[in-house]
């Protein structure tokens, strides 16, 4: 079935370092692809999609490209900041009749000062 | 104005009762759903409801029944409630359903279950 495979985590990074979280997917038809962020005791946020192939989501200057071709989206920033600390989740629907969200494990994220 | 509210925010019981998670939205949306997090953070997907119709059932126990008394509404109810239930359970809302590009859902804040 329809699946995301993200990076087991967690990741610790400075403050100001550059992030990337790896997401891979496995989907018979077009999916959509989300990146969620839940911060500590809280539900889950979208940051950001893309629904189709080449697109690029962005969102508080956090970004990710959808790739047909590697079947990825990873989530990239460049400069992290200690309130970016949260987990985060790849996600993907698959569009079918259904168009339940399917999501990856998710991989915490830890910015020290 | 929360988009999605989920009550209560915490809940502590012990084994064997029986209780309820109510979940509203007020975002217009037609479809529902009831998600649990276990400890490891991991999601997964107990029911969705689209304009108080069940379209998604998966394996989960008999012992948990969503009821949805209008499209706004998805509550949760929970027989005998056992240790393993323990869990964060998450309500979210969505405008879309059927084939094509998925916009996103929006999620209550969860509530923290914990059988004693």
Redesign the interface.
């Known amino acids: 079935g329809d699946s995301v495979t993200q990076m087991e985590g967690p990741v610790t990074l400075s403050e100001e370092a550059f992030l990337t979280i790896n997401c891979t997917y496995t989907a018979t038809g077009y999916p ?1 692809l ?1 990146w ?1 962020v ?1 911060y500590p005791g ?5 940051l950001l ?1 893309a ?2 192939a080449d697109d690029k989501g962005s969102n508080k200057g956090f970004e990710a490209t959808y790739r047909k071709e590697t079947t990825s989206f990873h989530l990239e920033k460049g400069s992290v900041q200690v309130s970016d600390s949260a ?1 985060y ?1 790849c996600a993907l ?1 698959a ?9 990856g ?2 991989t ?1 994220l830890t910015v020290k000062p | 104005d929360t988009a ?1 509210s989920q009550t209560p925010k915490y809940l502590v019981t012990q084994m064997g009762n029986d209780k309820s998670i109510k979940c509203e939205q007020n975002l217009g949306h037609d479809t529902m ?1 009831w998600y649990k997090q276990d400890s ?4 997964k ?1 107990m029911f ?1 409801y689209n304009n108080k119709e069940l ?2 059932n998966e394996t989960v126990p008999n012992r948990f029944s969503p009821k949805s008394p209008d499209k706004a509404h998805l509550n949760l109810h929970i027989n005998s409630l056992e240790l393993g239930d323990s869990a964060v359970y ?1 309500c ?1 809302s ?1 405008q ?15 509530t923290r279950l914990t059988v004693v």
């Open positions: 959509s989300f969620y839940q809280e539900g889950l946020q979208l999609k629904t189709k987990v989740f629907s569009g079918d009749d259904n168009n339940d969200m399917r999501f494990a998710g915490r | 999605v759903y490891k953070k991991f999601l997907i969705s379209i998604i998450f979210a969505s879309d359903l059927g084939p094509g590009p998925n916009y996103g859902y929006t999620f209550g804040s969860g």
